[in-house]
């Protein structure tokens, strides 16, 4: 899964890194129409229900419009809302979708086929169980193991974060979605809110030692397909399965990031290994 990622980039630089149009804050929008764009602090210890940067591409083209590639740059809620929920804290339950059911799963079906996203991070973090003898344990999820919950109770968590080795941002695979509170008085703007979920497949096998999933990440001269919402199912299927783990660096990190009350960079640094010497850096 991914439960936690850094993100401090302003939109400046995120507009850059990601080859965007510059776009003016606006002083208002119809958040009805189109996802908004508001300045956000930089976040170390990024959690579910928070405001994150998504990336938007291009809307359904004819062929005379020239090739397709990313668009703008928006804010929108981490934890996906499908159109017909009735309470939007269900979107803390939606934080991820499988790349295995995407496709079919109701509440992101829809999304996937016609609202993709990039989900701009310096990095994601995740955590390795350890026994309390310190043997590293089997990664597994609530989906194949039963017993997880029993498990990850009785075991320490060592945090772990994975990045580009060369400073860029990641482009984590996400879909989003557009949802109005049936409760809300009619003009109420506060009452649409969009949202996302980012995309999780299983471990590539550098990384699987950690835990049994990851989040998709998009490599660059894949963004333009991903966004563009024409790309056919066949194609979407290979980017799922395209992460380009070879290029990250995994660095044991300070326990302070099991707790969202701590926000700083101090996060994403290296910390000696648990084992003693340097800093596991695995690749």
Partial sequence: MCGRYAQSRNVHQLQLAFGLPEQA????????????????????????????????????RSEDQG?????????????????WAKDRNIGYRMINAR??????????????RRR????????YYEWQLVGRDGAVQASTSPVTDPHHKKRKSKADKK??????????????AGVFERWRDPEAAEDDPAAWVWSCAVITTGAAPELAHIHERMPVVVPPEDWAAWLDPATGSDDLTHLLEDTPVDRFAVDEVSTDVNSIKNNHPDLLEPVPSTEGGEPETLF
Avoid: Q
Wanted: with cysteine; aromatic share 8%.
């Fill in 25 to 60: 804050l606006p002083e208002e929008a119809d958040p009805r129409a189109w996802p908004p764009l508001e300045e956000l602090a930089p976040d170390y210890n990024i959690s579910p229900g928070r405001p994150v940067y998504a990336v938007l591409g291009p809307p359904p």
């Fill in 67 to 83: 090739p397709p590639g990313p668009r703008s740059l928006h804010t929108m809620r981490w934890g996906l809302v499908p159109s």
């Fill in 99 to 112: 790349a295995e059911t995407v496709a079919d799963k109701p509440a992101f079906r829809t999304a996937f």
């Fill in 116 to 123: 993709r996203c990039l989900l701009p991070a310096d990095a």
């Fill in 159 to 172: 945090p772990y974060s994975i990045r580009y080795r060369d400073g860029r941002p990641l482009a984590m």
